[in-house]
């Protein structure tokens, strides 16, 4: 039976698949921040009650200012979203009728955007085993395309690019005329310094998207922004509903991005447990994915049947049955609580030590 899909919503996963709900849950398929909600977002919680009867602002303002200046660039050229996954059903409006090109495994809803407004996807599958991005290969295959869709780093693999592939990509699309609509929504975890967002001057015909879910763990106020150029942005707002932005979220984004110190710790915490958590599948011969972000993929040397014996013991991975070039036979890991993810590792041994010899 194939596995249903699912996103962060564990019980249901149990009820589709007819297993009884274990007494303890934990669930490492989301990925989230798992320090939580920074402090600030907690004290301004009650404050944020005022907003209620207000319509918020139309440009989700202050957020889309307070992003403007996170990134140093001039506002016109930000958009505010209901989550980055509203902004993906705007972007792939613009392709209509037009072809995509993909770089699988990645993130699932550029496809189904892409699909729902009628545009062709091509497919180009990478092996996650293979930890060097084939370049010319995506070069040569830009020319049957209208867009190149990135995810920077890569979602389920948190593989980065490096900000010199993407320049030559960009170079190619503009001599080509393809696009790059570059998905950012996990480089908060891997450093701003790998971010596209100083290079969309230059190339105007690459837009980035950032999600402020994963790295400040709101997944349920739903925010997000895409920065490109002035026109494009002009575009893009047009086709937004009104109001997308809500007022409390509006005023959440703008305090989250003066949480440095909050994202320092995040990140030094997920590269600690990133490290600990690789080095203990890899020496049970598993292989892991060169993650930068929150999450990891491993490949076990035997995949049959984990996904379910972990979901009896009521640890709930990602299966990566949809991810195209993963095939389930690959787990993708989200970081959690130390104490958590140490008893992640002893189900696992578990499972490794049964099956030392597959
Ligand atoms: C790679 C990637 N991009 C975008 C999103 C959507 O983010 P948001 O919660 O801001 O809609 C997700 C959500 O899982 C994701 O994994």
Redesign the pocket.
């Known amino acids: 039976m194939q596995l249903p899909e699912h996103?962060a919503n564990p019980l249901r996963l149990y009820d589709r698949l007819g297993m009884e709900v274990p007494d303890r849950v934990l669930d490492f398929s989301e990925?989230v921040n798992p320090l939580g909600v920074p402090e600030g977002v907690r004290q301004i919680w009650p404050e944020l009650l005022s907003e209620l009867p207000h319509y918020p602002d139309p440009d989700g303002e202050p957020f889309r200012s307070a992003a403007a200046d996170y990134h140093g660039v001039p506002a016109e050229r930000v958009l505010a979203?209901n989550?980055?996954?509203?902004l993906?059903a705007v972007i792939a409006e613009r392709y209509r009728g037009r072809t995509a090109l993909l770089i699988h495994p990645?993130?699932s809803?550029y496809k189904a955007t892409l699909l729902s407004k009628g545009a062709t996807c091509i497919d180009f599958v990478t092996d996650p085993a293979e930890p060097e991005f084939p370049e010319d290969r995506v070069i040569k295959k830009m020319e049957e395309a209208d867009v190149l869709y990135l995810?920077n780093p890569?979602?389920p693999t948190g593989v980065r690019l490096s900000v010199e592939a993407i320049r030559r990509l960009a170079e190619h699309g503009l001599r080509t005329g393809c696009e790059l609509v570059i998905?950012e929504?996990?480089m908060d975890f891997a450093g701003e310094k790998h971010s596209f967002i100083p290079h969309t001057e230059e190339f105007p015909h690459a837009v980035v998207?950032r999600?402020?879910?994963?790295m400040y763990g709101i997944?349920g106020i739903?925010?997000?922004y895409m920065i490109g150029s002035g026109e494009r942005i002009a575009g893009h707002r047009k086709a937004v509903p009104h109001w997308n932005v809500n007022g409390m979220a509006a005023r959440i984004g703008k305090l989250c991005f003066g949480e440095e110190s909050f994202r320092r710790r995040t990140v030094r915490y997920c590269k600690e447990e990133r490290r600990r958590l690789s080095e203990f599948l890899e020496t049970a011969g598993c292989i892991v994915t060169g993650s930068e972000t929150n999450y990891i993929s491993f490949r076990p040397r035997q995949s049959d049947g984990l996904y379910r014996e972990m979901l009896g013991q009521g640890i709930v991975l990602r299966h990566t049955e949809n991810f195209l070039g993963m095939d389930g036979t690959w787990f993708r890991v989200g970081i959690k609580e130390r104490e958590k993810m140490e008893i992640l590792k002893e189900a696992l041994a578990g499972w490794f030590g049964e099956h030392s010899s597959s």
């Open positions: 996103g990925n979203g989550g980055a996954a509203e993906f990645t993130f809803e995810c890569n979602n998905d929504a996990f998207v999600s402020m879910t994963k997944a739903r925010l997000g």
